[in-house]
């Protein structure tokens, strides 16, 4: 099946789905959860057969893109079994992951055998104090191994994911497109979203555009916007003299909705039609309810297009309306 099956009332074509396998992560991002964060039971959470059984229905639906993460991925057990499983799905074209790097090191060329073929691994800072201070723990060195790892093997892309928070790790935004030149990566600058009540910092303090940015690394490199499009919040520019992008993803400054072509699968099973907004539907209950019941599977994410909102409404200056934390949700 080559035509995607999953049109939205405002005439986009869905082709990308991002699943989060857990909820639960070895790291604990101050802008992503607290420390003594509670994790789902693990009997809310879906199984590996029926990630799998979702991912086949999607895929039978016109899905060409699927992205794994979660919380941490790579800390799911078994998760290499199901990887392997979704990248032989017909007609998807890339298995993709995000992941904390962390798992690496051991796990790179295992993913690379599974079928996965691009890689995105979260660093927000070269210095190991302030690593151990973002993430709350002390595994900057573990990373770095894990990223030289990846980036020694023939992996489509490796990506470098910032989330820059102004006055933390801001004054890093060189060093770290130096370092992603030198392992072959690309680079995307993160502005923090509103998801989940956090206690570390005030988000509206903290927030720098990505406008910002680019105008200071444009004081060391050329350059130019780049035709490359996702369908998301992603925008890329070359970087003069190298193969080597840097992308800016910027729910705050600059509205990406109307070219979405995505939806997330949550650890819990809800498919989530907006990540800004709570739209939803259950699919677990009804995997749960009518087991091996693919017709009605298919049907039931047809239909929940429907609820896809046409855009999304972050507002640092309030309360966050989403509660739910990126961890749960699947960044
Ligand atoms: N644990 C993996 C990781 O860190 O890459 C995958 C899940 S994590 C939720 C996915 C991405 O979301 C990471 O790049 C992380 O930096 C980003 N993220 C988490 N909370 C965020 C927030 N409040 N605003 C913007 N990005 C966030
Ligand atoms: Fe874990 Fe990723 Fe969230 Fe950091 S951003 S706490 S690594 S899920």
Redesign the pocket.
């Known amino acids: 099946m080559s035509d995607s099956k999953l049109i939205d009332p405002f005439g986009r074509n869905i082709d990308y789905l991002r699943i989060?396998v857990t909820d639960r992560?070895d790291?604990r991002?101050t802008?992503?959860m607290d420390e003594d964060v509670e994790f789902l039971p693990r009997r809310d959470i879906l199984s590996l057969e029926e990630i799998v059984q979702i991912a086949t229905a999607f895929t039978q639906l016109g899905t060409r893109k699927i992205r794994i993460?979660?919380?941490?991925?790579l800390v799911r057990k078994n998760i290499l079994q199901a990887l392997e499983q979704i990248a032989k799905l017909p007609g998807l074209d890339e298995l993709t992951i995000?992941?904390?790097?962390s798992q690496l090191e051991k796990m790179g060329q295992d993913l690379f055998n599974a079928g996965v073929s691009r890689i995105?691994?979260?660093l927000?800072t070269l210095k190991r104090e302030r690593f151990a201070e973002l993430t709350r723990r002390d595994k900057l060195d573990q990373v770095l191994r894990g990223i030289e790892t990846v980036s020694a093997l023939p992996f489509q892309q490796i990506k470098l994911?910032?989330?820059i928070l102004g006055g933390h790790n801001d004054d890093e935004v060189e060093d770290l497109v130096r370092y992603a030149l030198a392992h072959n990566a690309d680079i995307s600058f993160?502005?923090?979203?509103?998801?989940?009540v956090?206690s570390h910092h005030d988000r509206a303090k903290v927030y720098i555009s990505s406008d910002t940015l680019r105008e200071r690394l444009s004081e060391h490199w050329q350059l130019s916007a780049s035709e490359r499009s996702t369908g998301g919040p992603s925008r890329y520019y070359d970087i003069a003299g190298e193969r080597q992008q840097i992308g800016f993803?910027s729910?705050h400054s600059h509205n990406f909705c109307s070219t979405c072509n995505r939806v997330r699968l949550t650890a819990e099973g809800r498919l989530l039609l907006c990540l800004g907004n709570e739209h939803s539907m259950d699919l677990k209950s009804i995997m749960r309810d009518n087991p091996n019941d693919d017709v009605l599977l298919r049907q039931s994410i047809i239909e929940s297009l429907a609820l896809k909102p046409e855009k999304h409404h972050f507002n640092l200056e309030e309360e966050p309306q989403i509660l739910r934390?990126?961890?749960a949700?699947?960044?």
Request: net charge negative; with cysteine.
């Open positions: 989060s992560c790291f991002c802008y992503c993460t979660g919380g941490e991925p995000t992941t904390n790097g995105n691994v979260s927000d994911n910032a989330v993160i502005e923090e979203m509103p998801l989940g956090i993803i729910p934390f990126m961890s949700t699947g960044g």
